[in-house]
Structures are given as structure tokens and as C-alpha cells.
């Protein structure tokens, strides 16, 4: 089967560079602005990359708005973080500072914008510990207060943020492995998506060796996995793509890319729906006279929900490796 989706290209608002590997989230429901883009590798027209710890909102029909933060401490610049939503305030959790070298590279903190007066403060995180000194490239969904954490060490647990704590406190949570084919093995660059009543887990890349395809579902009430084999068209391995829920019971992917016959990343510029009920993936195409986003990585994914009461897919930037960024915004509606 196959899915037919709306792309449309839409305008840009205030000029910013192009860039990869920023974090996204939406905003509260009745917010002027329906998502918010923090941090990433920005690229000038000079092809020099570097860290920002700028934060963009998109605004339907008025494109992109540079935040100006208020008065106060900011997180530093990042890539390869994690941005979720809870309640009114935006969650920042860790990364990579490319400015920086060795183990002080990967980041271990947490931050919280209040999208109120955009004010950031520093979340005096217990547990921290867990997160072994830094993370990056890893995974975080929001289920209610707590956010849910997956990293290349999660083999034998996922970790648990909990948000309303009196103070925010970081946990393991035990998992059951799937009787047959255990657990995920370790991954950054994947996705994790909640999709129904459990978390979807899809992709990435090991620290070493070929990268994966294969998708797995979190059950939250049991904290079991199991290894999931859908009918249907197999979306090729992949790490750095877009995840997003599509209605009660859909997965959508969007782009990535993957380690070539040469070695090198070859980028993807395909997009699939996994159907839960049916345990079945399907392909997507674009409506007749469009097309979707050129193949790249590290773009910016976020579900703007309201509106059409469909699923609205805000797509930005990415990286065609080693050769450009992009600055482009499109929104897919499914």
C-alpha cells in the first residue's frame, strides 16, 4: 500500500544559515509560534561549520523568528541534543559542543526554557551521574511528565527523567528483553517515537560497524521489547532521519542516510509509514506535482498538530555530507 502525502516548501521569515543536527520540539497548544529549533551546525557561505546555541520558532504563514532569550544563564552551543516538551516548558538535555575536544566534548547537562519569557534555567539534575559523563546522538520522547531516554548504553534498560520530582531525577528502568531476539543493540543516530501505548524504536548507527533497519517496540506498561517483523516495503538501514507519529497508530520516517558501498554516507531522500494495526510498512509518496525534501541527514523534524487535524510535519535544513547544508523549510501533511 502505498501513502500520498502534501509537501509544500514554505517561506523562511527572518534569514539564518543553514544548518544540521539541531533538536526540535513543539510549542504549547494556543503558543503564537507551533515549534521550536535549538542549537545545531551552522554552515556560512564560506562551507565553515561551527556550534550555535541559537533557538528559531516557526510560525505558520510568518516562517522563522530568531528567540531573543531573556536576561540570564543560556546553554552553551551543541549538536547531536535532545529538545521535548513538558507541559509549557522546553526540555534540553545534552549533546556534543564541537568547539570542544576529547570527553568535554559530550554534555551531560539539562536545561529548561520556559516559553513564557523564553528564560532559561539550569535543571540541578539528581542522578546525572547515569548519563556516564555525556551523551549525545541519543533519543528522548515525553510521555506525560516523565521523558524517556534511549543511548548506545541502554542494552539491558531505558532511562527514566522524571520531571515533576520536587527535584528532577534521573533513573534506570530495568527492561524485558524480547524471549527471542533479546534487546535493541547499541545505537545513536536512531529514533524513538511514541506511537499508541508504546515507544518505537527505529534504525541507527553502532560505534562501530554496518548500520541497522530493524524496528522495535517498548511496551511502557510492561517495559518489555519486542523485535518487530512488518510486511511490506523495508525501508533501507538508516541513522540521522526523521521520526514522527502520524494520527493513534502510524510511524512516519523521512530521509537519513547510510554507509555506502565505498564506505562513505550516501544520503536518502525516501520516506515510509509504518502501520501498527497492520504491522505492515508502507511507502510514501508525495501528491501529483510534488516531491519530497532532496536526500539528507541531520535535518530538523517537527509535528505541528492543530490546524488541519492532521499530521503536519515541519522538515528543516539537514546535511548533504561533506558537500552542503541546507536552509530550506518544508511542511508534510499526511
Given at each position: 500500500m502505498t501513502v500520498t502525502v502534501n509537501i509544500e516548501e514554505v517561506a523562511k521569515g527572518e534569514p539564518l544559515l543553514p544548518r544540521s543536527g539541531a533538536c526540535a520540539a513543539p510549542l504549547p497548544e494556543g503558543h503564537a509560534a507551533a515549534a521550536i529549533m535549538i542549537g545545531g551546525y551552522v554552515e556560512t557561505p564560506d562551507k565553515k561549520r561551527s556550534g550555535t546555541n541559537e533557538?528559531?520558532?516557526?510560525?505558520?504563514?510568518?516562517?522563522w523568528k530568531l528567540v531573543q532569550f531573556a536576561e540570564g544563564p543560556v546553554p552553551g552551543p551543541r549538536i547531536a541534543s535532545q529538545a521535548v516538551l513538558v507541559g509549557s516548558n522546553v526540555w534540553?538535555?545534552?549533546?556534543?559542543?564541537?568547539?570542544?575536544?576529547?570527553?568535554?566534548?559530550?554534555?551531560?547537562?539539562?536545561?529548561?526554557?520556559?516559553?513564557?519569557?523564553?528564560?532559561?534555567?539550569?535543571?540541578?539534575?539528581?542522578g546525572s551521574e547515569l548519563f556516564g559523563g555525556g551523551i549525545s546522538r541519543f533519543q528522548a520522547e515525553?510521555?506525560?511528565?516523565?521523558?524517556?531516554?534511549?543511548?548506545?548504553?541502554?542494552?539491558?534498560?531505558?532511562l527514566l527523567l522524571d520531571t515533576a520530582a520536587p527535584r528532577p531525577a534521573l533513573r534506570r528502568l530495568a527492561v524485558t528483553p524480547d524471549p527471542e531476539a533479546g534487546a535493541p543493540s547499541a545505537r545513536g543516530l536512531h529514533s524513538l517515537t511514541?506511537?499508541?501505548?508504546?515507544?518505537?524504536?527505529?534504525?541507527?548507527?553502532?560505534?562501530?560497524?554496518?548500520?541497522?533497519?530493524?524496528?522495535?517496540?517498548?511496551?511502557?506498561?510492561?517495559?518489555?521489547?519486542?523485535?518487530?517483523?512488518?510486511?511490506?516495503?523495508?525501508?533501507?538501514?538508516?541513522?540521522?532521519?526523521?521520526?514522527?507519529?502520524?494520527?493513534?497508530?502510524?510511524?512516519l520516517v523521512v530521509g537519513g542516510a547510510f554507509y555506502g558501498a565505498s564506505g562513505g554516507l550516501e544520503m536518502l531522500g525516501d520516506a515510509f509509514a509504518y502501520d501498527v494495526a497492520k504491522n505492515e510498512w508502507e511507502a510514501v509518496q508525495p501528491a501529483a506535482g510534488g516531491a519530497l525534501p532532496s536526500p539528507r541527514n541531520a535535518a530538523v523534524g517537527a509535528a505541528l498538530r492543530g490546524g488541519s487535524?492532521?499530521?503536519?510535519?515541519?522538515?528543516?535544513?539537514?546535511?548533504?555530507?561533506?558537500?552542503?547544508?541546507?536552509?530550506?523549510?518544508?511542511?508534510?501533511?499526511?
Open positions: 533557538a528559531w520558532t516557526y510560525e505558520r504563514g510568518g516562517g534540553l538535555i545534552g549533546g556534543w559542543d564541537p568547539s570542544q575536544q576529547g570527553p568535554s566534548a559530550f554534555l551531560d547537562d539539562v536545561w529548561k526554557l520556559d516559553t513564557a519569557d523564553w528564560s532559561w534555567s539550569k535543571v540541578d539534575l539528581e515525553a510521555v506525560g511528565n516523565n521523558i524517556y531516554i534511549h543511548t548506545h548504553r541502554c542494552s539491558d534498560h531505558i511514541r506511537v499508541c501505548d508504546g515507544l518505537l524504536l527505529f534504525g541507527g548507527a553502532p560505534q562501530s560497524g554496518p548500520m541497522v533497519g530493524d524496528l522495535w517496540r517498548l511496551d511502557l506498561a510492561s517495559l518489555s521489547w519486542r523485535r518487530l517483523t512488518p510486511a511490506g516495503p523495508q525501508p533501507h538501514v538508516r541513522c540521522s532521519h526523521i521520526a514522527a507519529a502520524v494520527g493513534p497508530s502510524k510511524l487535524g492532521m499530521l503536519e510535519l515541519l522538515i528543516h535544513g539537514g546535511w548533504r555530507a561533506f558537500v552542503e547544508s541546507y536552509s530550506d523549510t518544508f511542511i508534510l501533511t499526511i
